[in-house]
C-alpha cells in the first residue's frame, strides 16, 4: 500500500491497529486462559436451573463486597407465586473460576415444586463458618454460579 510516496506494509498496519486498539480499549475481548471479571457487587437473580432439568424462575438479589456476600431470593411457581425463599451470607473467596462461600447464616423454607422437595423451615447461625464450593462465570452482565450438585443459578449484573 502506497501513501504519501511511503510504502505501508501489512505487518505496520497492523501493528497500527494494535496499538490504537490497546490504547482506545477497542480490543476488550475477553482471552482465553484470562481471569475471571470481578464478581464484586450487586446481581439480580434470574433463574434456577436444576440438574434434573427443571427450570424455575427467580426473584431477589445476591450481593459481593470485597470479601462478603449475602443472597435473598424467591423460587416462583409457573404463577410467578413466589413458593420458596433463602436468605444466606457470609464470607467468600475466588481464584479463577473458582468461588468458595463460607456460610455464616441460612435461614430458608419452601413448598414443593418440580424436581425440590418441600423444606421445612430452617434457621442457622454458624458457630465457624462452613465452606461450600461452586465455580462462576461472568459473561458480560450475565452471571451463572455452578454448584457440585450440577444445579446452576443465573444472575444479571444490577450494578
Known amino acids: 500500500m502506497k501513501r504519501g510516496g511511503a510504502r ?9 491497529w494494535l496499538v490504537m486498539c ?16 470481578s464478581i464484586a457487587g450487586a446481581w ?3 433463574s434456577y436451573l436444576l440438574s434434573t432439568g427443571e427450570e424455575h424462575p427467580l426473584v431477589g438479589k445476591i450481593f459481593f463486597t470485597a470479601t462478603d456476600w449475602q443472597v435473598v431470593f424467591f423460587v416462583l411457581d409457573a404463577d410467578g ?19 468458595t462461600f463460607m456460610h455464616r447464616f441460612n435461614l430458608s423454607v ?3 415444586l418440580p424436581g425440590l422437595p418441600a423444606d ?3 434457621m442457622v447461625v454458624h458457630e465457624s463458618m462452613t465452606a461450600e464450593a461452586a465455580r462462576f462465570v461472568i459473561e458480560h452482565d450475565a452471571l451463572t454460579l455452578f454448584f457440585p450438585s450440577g444445579n446452576e443459578m443465573r444472575f444479571r449484573r444490577a450494578s
Open 81 to 99: 407465586a413466589p413458593r420458596r425463599g433463602s436468605a444466606e451470607g457470609g464470607t467468600y473467596a475466588t481464584e479463577g473460576a473458582r468461588l
Open 110 to 112: 419452601g413448598a414443593a
Open 22 to 37: 490497546a490504547t482506545t480499549g477497542a480490543a476488550a475481548a475477553p482471552q482465553v486462559g484470562a481471569a475471571p471479571q
Open 8 to 16: 505501508i506494509g501489512v505487518a505496520s498496519l497492523a501493528a497500527a
Open 120 to 122: 421445612d423451615l430452617r
Open 44 to 46: 439480580e437473580a434470574r
